[in-house]
């Protein structure tokens, strides 16, 4: 067995050498090719030199004598362009000799594969099936087998860069079609057959070191390090808008609502297009259904919700990679995977992601970004130049439509599947370029086209078959118009929230002063990407200053901005092929999913919000990964010369190791910083007062930051502190009527009723940006409350009335509170039957609330019908507890002891001093 492979070894190398003997021949009929195409090209200069100036001069020369002349040079141009065609015909020749030799050569390595593959079987059967082969000349043939194929692959790819040669001339028109299709159809498909033979060759060579490291598939290691790094949030509590969307929403509860409920509310539980309802007009029914199955498993307990957002985080940069493949398909199947693998692990560790995946609303973002890009990722499977696979695109137009019903933003997909179409099966860049290039040349003066030979050649170049795309085109186009129409009509619009000033400044801004502000937002946003230091989890009110001059500095930000973003997009415009794919799309990841948020076209709720650049980011992750990955491939490539060339050059090797440190600890730096400000901000969304202390110490400008840490305090029992920061808050925003309310709910607590009164007169007196009435939780209630107590009955009566009617379906609180105490109100005037009315209307709100049954007690026993005074005084009392069972035990007991002692009470009796349960809610 030994000696059979040992011959076999023999017999191997023999063929290899033969191979790499006919690969030199190969090269040396290339260089002759190359040869002969620059001295095509030099003829070609000279005729077009001469033709120049034989027909620069033609308008003006009349006599015979130099049209004599004319001929005699126009001839000596056509024989000239005669002996051009016969030369580039040879090429062309050559060319398709060049070919049948590749596909020889193609032949012969195959059949090298086939003698290693029977090789290695004999070997592993007489060493015992060991995982790797220690023959240093079998090691050493495929290494050379490997470059011989390396070294044709870069020749045929340069003489095909320097073979399509499109002329400006009629004449030379033809030919160059006609080596290009060439080129096109028989050189260009074989590229990716020596590429597939040089990658299975690498395989061979990396076999011998496969025993040397244990193999990890890639998904398996994104998962690990997307969950990794988000663990230590599993246990967050229910923070800010969590508080609502879990805490109060009736549509996550089954014993509250049925299923159909989440599809006719917003998704805070909101009616979406009710009149006189306050809504978001955030319709996100797949995302609050993820709510109830949380839910219906496991309570209000926040751990699953937490879980299932870093779980749909980790299938999301899976996704990423898989995209990064398509994106950078048109490279070496190694390059690709190395870069979308480092752009995977940059969006798993990114801090700018901890809003979206530590917030239980923010799964909106993540359940959104995960159909998205399953969208793309089938679209690219459906879209051929050719052809369409009806079965992925019915799957991403399916995916398209999840991802709209978790955020309005998926709809953006669609604009991405339209690029990736026209960059990657159309070339649609390159070519309108060559079009309006070849439009231009109509309007030169120098070049003398005619309007046929325009026309001629800009058919040429628009000659595709766009049926296929056109029909894409239009589904998806009737997929968009359905989202839309549905938005107009059921939602009640396609974008924009009734809100206040502070929310977003900018969007009741006008002219240069929103455009500058709009402008610098963009830059903004870009900032974070790049160096997410400072990140809070709101950044409304002023916390970003609106930029009201061009001296601003704010402006240069701004500009320097911009001038890169172009910058990048005109350098891809100018290069072409794969380069300029990749990077245009890359930059559309970004662009696209961006759009809705930029406030160009529609003003959100909040000037700047973090986890919308969920998507969008990773543009930014991908060129990151196209960036190291070519620092470490240069890295590589001079590693391997100064090897080869180290006696020479020592002391310079060793001058320059510096800069290697240099380049590889920031990069470390950078990455241990990303992981360590994430695990951080994991830990800032743990509880509200963690969250609110740091948005406070992020935007100490911010009205909105220092009430949130102000309400935390109060809750805290720190009621001064709060104070203090409800204070600032207001002095920053007079217009901010949460620190307003916060504010006059402290002195009504406190007995300071005309300083209580004076704050909520600043909010009842504001109004929507629509004109509609304030929706404020206790405002309008409260002032009422006020004014009673200083004998204002007048106004308490209006404001009373105001707050029982506003927003009932959201919070039922709060009218049933003014329908209460104004009954009792009435009661304390002596207007029992208006007191009766409003107190019936509270009880049939809420029946079973002790104080509405106690004071309707008391109003009886006033109105003489004791027998209905005795019931509702034991069922106050029996539904009592705390404060209100203290008030109903009393009752009871005054009027238990009046019954025991007389027997039936008199009408004297009706003046005992009974007590009404009047409620303020703290």
């Not at 033709?51 to 006599?63: A, C, D, S």
């Not at 995209?323 to 690709?336: D, H, L, N, T």
């Not at 979206?356 to 890009?373: K, L, N, T």
């Amino acid at each position: 067995m030994e000696g059979r492979g040992k011959a076999k070894k023999k017999k191997s190398r023999g063929v290899k050498k033969d191979v790499k003997q006919k690969g030199k021949e190969k090269v040396n009929e290339e260089e002759n090719v190359e040869e002969e195409v620059e001295k095509v090209i030099e003829v070609e200069k000279v005729h077009n030199e001469e033709v120049e100036k034989v027909e620069g001069n033609k308008p003006t020369l009349e006599t015979n004598e130099v049209k004599l002349e004319e001929d005699e040079m126009e001839g000596r141009g056509k024989a000239k362009k005669k002996k051009s065609r016969g030369v580039k015909k040879d090429v062309k020749q050559k060319g398709k000799e060049k070919v049948n030799e590749e596909e020889n050569v193609e032949e012969e390595v195959e059949k090298v594969i086939e003698v290693e593959k029977v090789h290695n079987e004999e070997v592993e059967k007489v060493e015992g099936n060991k995982p790797t082969l220690e023959t240093n000349e079998v090691k050493l043939e495929v290494k050379k087998v490997l470059g011989n194929i390396q070294t044709r692959i870069g020749q045929l790819e340069d003489w095909v860069g320097n073979n399509i040669v499109i002329e400006t001339n009629e004449e030379s028109e033809e030919v160059n079609l006609e080596s290009k299709e060439l080129i096109q159809n028989r050189i260009l498909p074989f590229l990716p057959t020596l590429e597939s033979l040089q990658q299975d060759l690498q395989h061979n060579s990396q076999h011998f070191k496969r025993n040397e490291s244990i193999y990890v598939p890639s998904f398996i290691i994104i998962f690990l390090v997307s969950f990794a790094v988000f663990l230590n949030g599993l246990n967050g509590a229910l923070v800010f808008d969590d508080a609502v969307a879990i805490g109060k929403n009736p549509d996550i509860r089954p014993e509250q609502t049925g299923w159909a409920s989440m599809w006719f509310n917003d998704y805070w539980g909101n009616p979406i297009n009710t009149p006189g309802v306050w809504t978001c007009k955030s319709y996100r029914p797949l995302t609050v259904l993820s709510f109830r199955i949380n839910y219906m498993i496991h309570n209000v307990s926040t751990f699953g919700y937490h879980l299932g957002n870093v779980i749909f985080h980790c299938l999301v940069t899976y996704l990423f990679y898989l995209i990064g493949q398509v994106i950078f398909a048109q490279y070496k199947e190694s390059k690709r995977r190395t870069i979308s693998f480092i752009a995977a692990l940059v969006f798993a560790i990114h801090p700018i992601h901890t809003d979206a995946v530590d917030s239980i609303v923010g799964r909106a973002e993540v359940m959104y970004a995960m159909f998205f890009c399953l969208s793309f990722l089938l679209y690219t499977k459906a879209s051929r130049a050719d052809g369409t696979n009806w079965v992925s695109l019915f799957g991403s137009m399916m995916c398209y439509a999840a991802s709209c019903l978790c955020k309005e933003m998926g709809i953006m997909v669609l604009g991405l599947n339209i690029g990736w179409d026209l960059l990657y099966n159309y070339d649609f860049v390159a070519v309108g370029s060559d079009l309006i290039t070849t439009l231009a040349s109509y309007f030169d003066k120098k070049s003398n086209k005619t309007l046929a030979q325009v026309a001629k050649k800009a058919g040429s170049l628009i000659s595709r078959n766009w049926v296929h795309f056109i029909v894409r085109l239009s589904v998806m186009l009737f997929c968009a118009f359905l989202y839309l129409l549905h938005r107009s009509i059921y939602v009640g619009g396609l974008a924009g929230i009734n809100m206040q000033k502070h929310h977003n400044p900018i969007a009741f801004s006008e002219g240069w002063d929103k455009w500058r502000t709009i402008f610098y937002l963009h830059y903004l946003y870009a900032y974070l990407l790049f160096m997410p230091l400072y990140l809070s989890a709101d950044y409304s009110m002023s916390c970003i200053p609106m930029v009201t001059s061009w001296w601003n500095v704010a402006n240069i930000c701004s500009l320097s901005f911009y001038v890169a973003l172009f910058g990048i997009i005109g350098y891809a415009i100018k290069e072409r092929g794969k380069f300029q794919k990749a990077t245009l799309l890359v930059l559309g990841w970004y662009l696209v999913p961006f759009l809705p948020a930029s406030q160009i076209f529609f003003s959100p709720g909040t000037v700047l919000a973090e986890r919308v650049l969920y998507v969008p980011s990773s543009s930014f992750c991908f060129f990151v990964g196209w960036v190291l990955y070519s620092i470490f491939k240069h890295e590589l490539n001079n590693t391997a010369v100064k090897k080869s060339n180290k006696s020479k050059k020592g002391r310079s090797i060793r001058g320059k190791s510096w800069k290697k440190v240099v380049l590889y600890g920031l990069i470390l730096s950078v990455g241990t910083f990303y992981i360590a400000k994430t695990v951080y901000q994991n830990n800032v969304w743990y509880s509200q007062y963690d969250l609110f202390k740091n948005a406070a110490n992020t935007c100490p400008t911010s009205g909105k930051s220092l009430y949130n840490l102000g309400a935390q305090l109060e809750s805290r029992g720190k009621e001064q502190d709060a104070l203090n920061l409800y204070l600032k808050a207001a002095q920053i925003d007079p217009s901010y009527t949460n620190a307003l309310g916060r504010i006059g709910k402290i002195y009504l607590k406190r007995g300071q009723m005309e300083d209580s009164i004076s704050y909520f007169n600043r909010i009842v007196t504001i109004k929507f940006n629509d004109g509609s009435l304030l929706h404020h939780d206790f405002a309008y209630h409260d002032t009422a409350f006020a004014h009673w107590q200083v004998k204002n009955y007048t106004a308490a009566e209006r404001f009373f009335k105001i707050a029982s009617r506003i927003n009932p379906e959201a919070d039922a609180r709060y009218p049933v509170d003014a329908e209460m105490n104004l009954g009792c109100m009435y009661l304390e005037l002596g207007y029992f039957d208006a007191a009766l009315e409003h107190l019936n209307n509270a009880n049939r709100m809420r029946p079973n609330d002790s104080f509405i049954n106690t004071n309707l007690g008391v109003l009886f026993w006033r109105m003489n019908k004791t027998q209905e005074s005795v019931e509702y005084f034991k069922k106050g009392y029996e539904l009592s507890s705390g404060e209100a069972r203290s008030i109903a035990h009393q009752n009871w007991e005054t009027i238990s002891t009046l019954i025991n002692n007389r027997g039936a009470p008199t009408h004297g009796s009706r003046t005992l001093d009974l007590r009404y349960s009047t409620i303020i809610r703290p």
